[in-house]
C-alpha cells in the first residue's frame, strides 16, 4: 500500500512566525568566518615537533563548527605523521578524526578511528590516551546501542584515568558513564556521576568539559520534571558553548530549552529553540540533530493542534532519518505521523503509517531477537571451548605425569616397585575424575541448550503479544472506521436518508467499540508507566457537559434524560485528560445499564479542600456480590447492558486507577433495580493555590 501525501496548506499565522524568525535570528555562521588564523599562519612555518600539535588545535576546533574542515586537515595530518612516523602524534590524530566523524553522527566510522588510536595508545603505554579512547568508544556503543560495551568502556576509562593527573579527561568519563545510565533509566546514579564530573571540570576551570556536565544535568531535570533546575544547568551550558563558539553545543542545548518549555506548554518559545537548534544543525550539517528537531517542531505543533504543520516537519525528519536508516526513530515519527492523521480523522492514512510503524518495529525486535541468541549461541560455544581445553591440559598433564613415572620406573625398578602401585592408581582416579568432568560438561551443555529454547519462547511470546495488541486489534478498526466514513458519505450524496441513518447508527457503534480499544490501549501504557501526569485547574462543569453532549446520540436511542446539577464555578485539580476519560467512562456505564426512558443525574459538591463528584442512574442496579468485583482487573464479572450490550470492566479499572494516581478515591453505592450511583473526590484547584 502506497502512502497517499498531501499538499499541505500553510495557515497565514504559521507564515508569519517563519518570516519573523528569519528577520530576527541571527546568522551563527559567524563562527566559521572567524578562522583561527593565527594558528594557520605558523603552520607551514613551524618545527616538525610543533606542527602535529597546531593541526591537533585546528582539529578540534573545526570538529564543532565545520567537520568536513577537521577531516580534511586530519588527513592532511596523517600524511604529513608519514615524514616524522610518531606513533603517539598518529594516535592524537586518529582520536580527533574519529571526533569529527562523531559530530557527523557517523557513529561506526567514528568508533573505528577511536579503536585504532587506542590499540596504539596501548602499544606506547600512554594511559591517558587509552582512558579517552574508552571514553569515546562508550559514548559511540551507547549511541550503537551496545549498552553492555558501553558500561565496560567507561567503567574501565574511570579506572585508569583514577590513577592519572588529567582531572578534564576523567570528568568527560564521568560525563559519559552519566548519559549512560540516563539511557539505561538509572536516573539516580546518572545524576551522580554527572554532578561528579561537573565538580571535576569546575575544579580545572575547562568551559567545554563544564558545559558538558551542565547539558547532562538538564537533560536528567528535565526526565524528572524539575524544570527550574533543569532550566539552570541548560543556560548555563548554552552561555559556555556561545562563549567558545561551539556551533554543535549549541544546538544541543537550543533543543534542550525547547523540551523545557514543551513542558511548560511555552510553545512560542518551543518554536524558537527548536528552529535556532535547526539553523546551526543545516549549517554545520548534523543530519541527525536536524531530523530530531523537525521532529520536536513536528510534536509541538501536534500538541497545538496544528495538525498541518505537524505532518510538515514530522515527514521530513521521518525522510532524513530513512536516509541515515535510524530505524528506531523513523518508527517514533511514524507513530506521530498515525497520531496525527487520525486526529485528522484521516484514518486511512493514519493506518497506513502505523502499518508502516508496526512492520518497522516488528523488523527491530526480529534484529534483537538474532541478536540475544546469537549471542547466547557465542557464550556457549566460548563456554565449550574454554571446558575443552581444560580438558586437553588435564590431559597433557596426565601424559606428562606418566612419561615421567615410566623414566622413574625403568630407572629404579627394584628400588621404587611401590611407586608403580601408586602410579596405576593415580591413573584410575584421574581416569574416574575425567568421566565425572565430562558428565558434568555435557550436563552443562544440554542446560544452555534447554535455557536457549526457553529464550526462544520467551521471545516468541512477547512478540505474538504485541502483535495481538497493536496489530490484530487496532488495525482492524482504524480499517473498518475509515470503510465506514467513506460509505456513509457516498450514501449521504445519494440521498437514501433510511440507509444513511442506519450507516450512522453502525459509525456510532464502531466508534464506541473503538473507544473501549482506547481503554485497553491507554491501561496498557498506563501499566508500563507510559502516561504522564499533568495536574492543572480543569472546570467540571465545562467537562461534563462536553462528555454528556459525546453520549447524546446512545442515551437519546433508550430515551434517557440527562441531568446536569454541577456548579459552573467548581474547578478541580486535575489531569484534564484523566478526568474526561473518568467522566467518560462513568457516563458510558450509566447509559449502557440504565432502563429505557431512564434518568442520568450529575452531581458536585465542594467540600473544602475536595470535592464529591457523583454520577446517578435509574437502572438495572448491581448485585451486592458484584460490587466489590467492579474495580479489579482480570475479574469476569459477566454483566450486560441493559439493552443487552457487551462490557469488559476495564473501564472502571481504568477509572480506579487514574482517581488513585490524583489522591482520590472512587466508590458505589447501588440497589438491584432501582439503580447505581459512582462517587469519586478530587482536589480542588482552590486548595492547592492557596
Given amino acids: 500500500m502506497k502512502m497517499q501525501i498531501k499538499q499541505i496548506k500553510f495557515p497565514a499565522e504559521f507564515l508569519i512566525v517563519i518570516i519573523v524568525f528569519l528577520l530576527t535570528i541571527k546568522i551563527t555562521a559567524a563562527g566559521l568566518q572567524d578562522k583561527p588564523d593565527s594558528l594557520y599562519k605558523i603552520l607551514n612555518s613551524a618545527k616538525p615537533d610543533e606542527k602535529i600539535d597546531i593541526y591537533l588545535e585546528l582539529i578540534n576546533y573545526y570538529s564543532r563548527v565545520d567537520a568536513e574542515k577537521a577531516i580534511e586537515l586530519s588527513n592532511e595530518a596523517l600524511n604529513y605523521n608519514l615524514k616524522n612516523n610518531s606513533e603517539k602524534d598518529r594516535a592524537d590524530i586518529l582520536y580527533s578524526l574519529g571526533l569529527s566523524y562523531h559530530s557527523q553522527s557517523k557513529y561506526q566510522l567514528a568508533l573505528e578511528y577511536a579503536m585504532q588510536a587506542h590499540d596504539i595508545y596501548v602499544k606506547i603505554n600512554y594511559p591517558v590516551g587509552i582512558g579517552k579512547c574508552l571514553t569515546r568508544m562508550g559514548l559511540l556503543y551507547n549511541h550503537l546501542g551496545e549498552y553492555d560495551k558501553a558500561l565496560d568502556c567507561t567503567l574501565r576509562s574511570i579506572t585508569i584515568l583514577e590513577n592519572e593527573d588529567d582531572k578534564i579527561a576523567l570528568a568527560a568519563a564521568y560525563n559519559a558513564r552519566g548519559i549512560l545510565y540516563y539511557i539505561l533509566n538509572d536516573i539516580q546514579k546518572a545524576e551522580e556521576y554527572s554532578l561528579e564530573a561537573l565538580s571535576f571540570s569546575n575544579s580545572v576551570n575547562d568551559d567545554l568539559t ?25 543556560q548555563n551550558c548554552l552561555m559556555l558553548r556561545k562563549k567558545h563558539n561551539d556551533l554543535l553545543g549549541q544546538a544541543g ?5 525547547a523540551i523545557i518549555h514543551r513542558n511548560t506548554k511555552e510553545y512560542n518559545k518551543v518554536i524558537d529553540s527548536y528552529n535556532k537548534a535547526l539553523e546551526i544543525q543545516r549549517l554545520i550539517k548534523h543530519r541527525g540533530g536536524e531530523a530530531a528537531s523537525l521532529s520536536g517542531l513536528g510534536k509541538t505543533f501536534y500538541l497545538m493542534g496544528n495538525y498541518s504543520n505537524s505532518l510538515f516537519y514530522t515527514k521530513q525528519a521521518y ?3 530513512k536516509d541515515l536508516d535510524y530505524k528506531r526513530s523513523m518508527v517514533s515519527s511514524l507513530n506521530l505521523m498515525a497520531d496525527t492523521y487520525s486526529a485528522m480523522k484521516d484514518y486511512k492514512s493514519a493506518l497506513e503509517s502505523f502499518k508502516m510503524a508496526k512492520d518497522l518495529s516488528d523488523s527491530l525486535l526480529n534484529e534483537q531477537k538474532n541478536t540475544a541468541i546469537a549471542k547466547i549461541e557465542e557464550e556457549f ?3 565449550r571451548r574454554n571446558k575443552e581445553i581444560l580438558l586437553l591440559q588435564k590431559e597433557n598433564t596426565i601424559q606428562k605425569y606418566l612419561r615421567n613415572s615410566l623414566l622413574i620406573i625403568i630407572s629404579l625398578l627394584l628400588v621404587f616397585v611401590v611407586f608403580i602401585v601408586f602410579a596405576y592408581k593415580s591413573k584410575r582416579n584421574l581416569n574416574a575424575a575425567l568421566k565425572d568432568r565430562n558428565y558434568q560438561i555435557t550436563k552443562q551443555a544440554e542446560e544452555l541448550k534447554d535455557i536457549n529454547e526457553k529464550l ?17 486489534l487496532k488495525s482492524p478498526f482504524l480499517g473498518l472506521m475509515g470503510l465506514i466514513q467513506i460509505v456513509y458519505e457516498d450514501i449521504k450524496e445519494l440521498g437514501n436518508k433510511q440507509v444513511g441513518e442506519n450507516v450512522a447508527l453502525l459509525k456510532s457503534s464502531v466508534d464506541g467499540i473503538y473507544k473501549l480499544l482506547e481503554n485497553l490501549l491507554e491501561w496498557a501504557n498506563l501499566q508500563r508507566n507510559r502516561i504522564t501526569y499533568e495536574p492543572g485547574p480543569v472546570n467540571i462543569y465545562e467537562l461534563a457537559v462536553n462528555s454528556v453532549k459525546y453520549h447524546e446520540t446512545y442515551a437519546k436511542n433508550k430515551g434517557i434524560k440527562f441531568i446536569n446539577n454541577i456548579p459552573g464555578e467548581i474547578n478541580l485539580y486535575s489531569d484534564a485528560n484523566m478526568l474526561n476519560t473518568i467522566i467518560r467512562n462513568l457516563i458510558s456505564n450509566a447509559v449502557k445499564f440504565n432502563k429505557n426512558n431512564g434518568t442520568i443525574e450529575l452531581n458536585c459538591i465542594d467540600k473544602g479542600e475536595y470535592s464529591e463528584i457523583s454520577i446517578k442512574d435509574s437502572g438495572i442496579g448491581i448485585p451486592p456480590e458484584t460490587i466489590p468485583l467492579l474495580f479489579k482487573v482480570g475479574q469476569n464479572i459477566s454483566r450486560k447492558g441493559s439493552g443487552g450490550e457487551k462490557s469488559t470492566g476495564l473501564g472502571l479499572v481504568l477509572c480506579k486507577e487514574y482517581i488513585e494516581i490524583q ?8 440497589e438491584v433495580g432501582k439503580g447505581s450511583t459512582f462517587y469519586f473526590t478530587l482536589m480542588n484547584a482552590k486548595a492547592v493555590n492557596n
Fill in 253 to 257: 542545548a537550543f533543543g534542550n530549552l
Fill in 210 to 234: 563544564t558545559a558538558l556536565s551542565h547539558e547532562h544535568l538538564g537533560i536528567i531535570y528535565i526526565t524528572t520534571k524539575e524544570f527550574e533546575k533543569a532550566l539552570f544547568h541548560v
Fill in 663 to 670: 489522591n482520590g478515591k472512587i466508590w458505589v453505592e447501588s
Fill in 381 to 383: 560455544q566460548a563456554e
Fill in 319 to 321: 525522510e532524513i532519518r
Fill in 456 to 472: 526462544k519462547e520467551a521471545v516468541a511470546t512477547k512478540d505474538k503479544f504485541f502483535s495481538i495488541i497493536a496489530h490484530d
